[in-house]
């Protein structure tokens, strides 16, 4: 079965530090950039950062630069998201998404989701 | 940054409508707007890439148009499990950026 599924959220206090992973499983992760999304309760979706294929190419939201790093393991088909000097509103679910390739190109839209993580910044 | 304004931002329609949602950028976009639609407590789903192109195994009662700054997402005959919330994304610059979202209710 083709699908994402994201680890690693939970309850971080301010300041301090979580690792997010995304198992990919029943496609050749290797092919595609791959992505991180969050949403805030209630609020609406916010595009994190990306990452090519072989991770020499990557880019972040401002709001994020410096703090969180994204990275992936193509041996172990996982996209990661080191989350540092975490906030009250970095508060959200993280989606790992896939990038797709259409008509030759990259970036028109994420067709493949995974279900969300948790993370929830508070003392 | 370009931003995207959704309009509205909640709608109440019945069964049967046609419904009309529009996604207005800060600057002009080329052909780089895609449609997601979100159930409660699920993740997105794409609808519609590169403005008006439906994604396989979406029904066709889903359309998208528009060009420039101002885009829409259209259904032609609401079915009841088309009530979501629908949004926008640009892929023309980085940051890649959202709108704020439309709940489409009952």
């Known amino acids: 079965e083709v699908q994402l599924v994201e680890s690693g959220g939970g309850l971080v206090q301010p300041g301090g530090s979580l690792r997010l992973s995304c198992a990919a499983s029943?496609?050749?992760?290797?092919?595609?950039?791959m992505t991180w999304v969050r949403q805030a309760p209630g609020k609406g979706l916010e595009w994190m950062a990306n990452?090519?294929?072989?991770?020499?190419?990557?880019f972040y939201l401002d709001s994020v630069k410096g703090r969180f790093t994204i990275s992936r393991d193509n041996a172990k088909n996982s996209l990661y998201l080191q989350m540092n000097s975490l906030r009250a509103d970095d508060t959200a679910v993280y989606y790992c998404?896939?990038?797709?390739?259409?008509?030759?190109?990259?970036?028109?839209?994420?067709?493949?989701w995974g279900r969300g993580t948790l993370v929830t910044v508070s003392s | 940054a370009i931003q995207l304004t959704q309009s509205p931002s909640s709608l109440s329609a019945s069964v049967g409508d046609r419904v009309t949602i529009t996604c207005r950028a800060s600057?002009?976009?080329?052909?780089?707007i895609a449609w997601y639609q979100q159930k409660p407590g699920k993740a997105p789903k794409v609808l519609i890439y590169d403005v008006s192109n439906l994604e396989t195994g979406v029904p066709s009662r889903f359309s998208g148009s528009g060009s420039g700054t101002e885009f829409t997402l259209t259904i032609s005959s609401l079915q009841p499990e088309d009530f979501a919330t629908y949004h926008c994304q640009q892929f023309n610059s980085y940051p890649l950026t959202f709108g704020g979202g439309t709940k489409v209710e009952i």
């Open positions: 998404a896939r990038d797709v390739l259409r008509f030759l190109k990259w970036h028109t839209d994420f067709d493949l």
């Open positions: 600057q002009g976009i080329t052909n780089t």
């Open positions: 990452i090519n294929q072989d991770g020499s190419e990557n």
């Open positions: 029943g496609f050749t992760f290797s092919n595609y950039w």
